[in-house]
């Protein structure tokens, strides 16, 4: 199975620029009810994923930083606590797992390293559930017998 089967393209991914202030970011992930969301840059290449504990951190660790203050401040200005990496559309189910294990969503990008959309952890896990079921009715048809 190809990661194209669970692909969640880019035009139906929430995502941000580097440009896009914390504010903003913060708005639009509370909008949205999301803990974390890709970075693209404008060239449309895969920059990062921003996520709360990022938010947080830069405003916990910025002294005097307020919610207006964090309009001058670009999330491209931001230290990032996880570096997660994008997975090639080519790849297979088995590539996604260990990715998938550290984050909600995986990245995934074309063979030039454009980004392309996400595939969720969920979709992930309910497609492992569902193999391992049809193997154990299998088991268990065949013991059966």
């Known amino acids: 199975m190809k990661v194209a089967f669970f692909l969640i393209p880019k035009n139906e991914v929430v995502f941000l620029t580097p440009e896009t202030s914390m504010r903003q970011a913060l708005e639009r992930m509370e909008r949205h009810s999301y803990s974390a969301v890709p970075l693209v840059n404008e060239q449309g290449y895969y920059a990062g994923t921003i996520t709360e504990g990022d938010l947080l951190w830069k405003l916990k660790?910025?002294?005097?930083?307020?919610?207006?203050?964090?309009?001058?401040?670009?999330?491209?200005?931001?230290?990032?606590?996880?570096?997660?990496?994008?997975?090639?559309?080519?790849?297979r189910?088995?590539?996604?797992?260990?990715?998938a294990s550290e984050?909600?969503?995986v990245p995934v990008v074309d063979d030039q390293g454009i980004f392309i959309g996400i595939v969720r952890r969920r979709e992930i896990i309910e497609y492992?559930?569902?193999v391992i079921r049809e193997k154990e009715e299998h088991r268990v048809e065949n013991q059966g017998g």
Do not use: H, W, Y
Request: hydrophobic letters at 45%; proline letters at 2%; glycine letters at 4%.
């Open 93 to 99: 189910i088995v590539d996604l797992l260990t990715a």
């Open 61 to 91: 660790n910025t002294k005097g930083l307020n919610i207006n203050g964090m309009e001058k401040i670009m999330l491209k200005d931001l230290a990032f606590k996880a570096k997660k990496k994008p997975v090639r559309i080519d790849s």
């Open 128 to 130: 492992c559930a569902e």
């Open 103 to 105: 984050q909600n969503f």
